[in-house]
């Protein structure tokens, strides 16, 4: 793994390598890096992005990239050890942690959440099934709870309570509800806590021991800031935050989980099965085809058809969705999720037929419109046999 640092307001200058590169592989490396430059820099100058930990996969070959700082405050750069909140990038996790649960026979996708958790028990919420709260298509969620739901405990009486606007299964309602009752379920399912769950079967599973949903009080110091109105945040505690979007990660850690989706191959069988079903099509809504977690398209998706999957429409809006017959389709896919929290902004894709992926992280929200065009500047410029219109 090829690891360098660029200072975003200095001379692209690459500091650190962990290995004394191959005549030939520091070519290639050098022109992976000019390629992530030109896509990145602009990026953090127009959006004042303090700092950024960038990923790209090429022909399998992962390299990492570093710019800027963990802390305006304190100046610490950002480096391959500093934590960045993903937002909503967590809920492919919990995604994971499910279709694991499935996999070892401690649930099913087709169960229906009174299953597992009798208190909802022919509740309106009983209607849907897990495969529904994974793809947002339970019946109707709002995108956040209400303001009076300020914990937990709050969001357990909330599903008591929910009444569907929508049949399951007929309307995409981008939601952290839906993912959060999931993630509930699964842990119920399992006999353990959500959030060591996470550690011990997902984040080990993919050799991510730099990934914590709660981050331990030794690994403080690496915890960047995230930058809202120029004050320095980070997420609080809300109602199911942590398999919504609760997981802090550095950027090797996501690529090493991009790795393993590109090519589950090495996992153990149940891992690697949980792998296929997040990226399995159910349902599609507009440009999207909607997987448990992860949002996929055609490989030769073209840059508009991506763009419009990722507007600002398919989050705060109602979308039609329609059950898909086949869910694996052909294998030529280009999966993709964003995720923000009040002061951090990531984006991952990937494209397991061309052993391609990104990872973008930075302490600053920017929109998802220019993550796209940057994953698509470096896809364009560093896949041999990139031929989307």
Sequence with gaps: ?????????????????LFPPAASAAEDAGRVQAVVDTAILPLMA???????????????????????????ETGAPVTDTTLFEIGSVSKVFTAT????????????????????????????????TLLHLGTYTAGGFPLQFPGEVRDDA??????????????????????????????????????????ELMQSTVFSAFGMADTFIHVPAHRMADYAWGYRNDR????????????????????????????GNIDPGPLEPAMRRAVQV?????????????????????????????????????????????????????????????????GFGAYVAFVPTEKFGVVLLANRGYPNADRIEAVWVIREQLVSDFEVD
């Design 232 to 259: 320095p945040v980070r997420v609080g505690p809300g109602p199911l935050a942590a398999p919504a979007y609760g997981v802090k990660t550095t950027v090797s850690d996501l690529v090493r989980f991009v790795l």
């Design 97 to 128: 942690l499910a279709a694991y649960a499935q996999a070892s026979g401690e649930l099913s996708l087709e169960d229906h959440p009174g299953e597992h958790l009798p208190e909802l028990k022919g509740r309106p919420i009983d209607q849907a």
């Design 278 to 342: 997040t990226q399995a099509g159910y349902f599609r809504a507009g440009p999207v085809e909607q997987g448990l977690g992860w949002e996929r398209y055609p490989q030769d998706v073209s840059r508009e058809w991506l763009l419009g999957g990722n507007a600002r429409e398919m989050a705060f809006e109602p979308q039609p969705a329609y059950r898909l017959d086949e869910q694996d389709g052909d294998g030529r896919y280009f999966f993709n999720k964003t995720g923000s929290t009040g």
């Design 1 to 17: 793994m090829t690891i360098a640092r660029v200072l975003a307001s200095g001379p692209l200058l690459a500091l650190a390598c």
């Design 46 to 72: 127009e959006h004042d992005v303090p700092g950024m930990a960038v990923g790209v996969i090429v022909d399998g070959e992962p390299h990492v990239f570093l710019y800027g700082v963990a802390s305006k």
């Design 154 to 195: 709050a969001a357990m009486d909330y599903f008591r309570g929910w009444e569907q606007s929508a049949p399951p299964g007929t309307r995409r309602d981008y939601s952290n509800p839906s993912p959060g009752l999931l993630g509930v379920v699964t842990a119920a399912a399992m006999e353990g806590d959500f959030a």
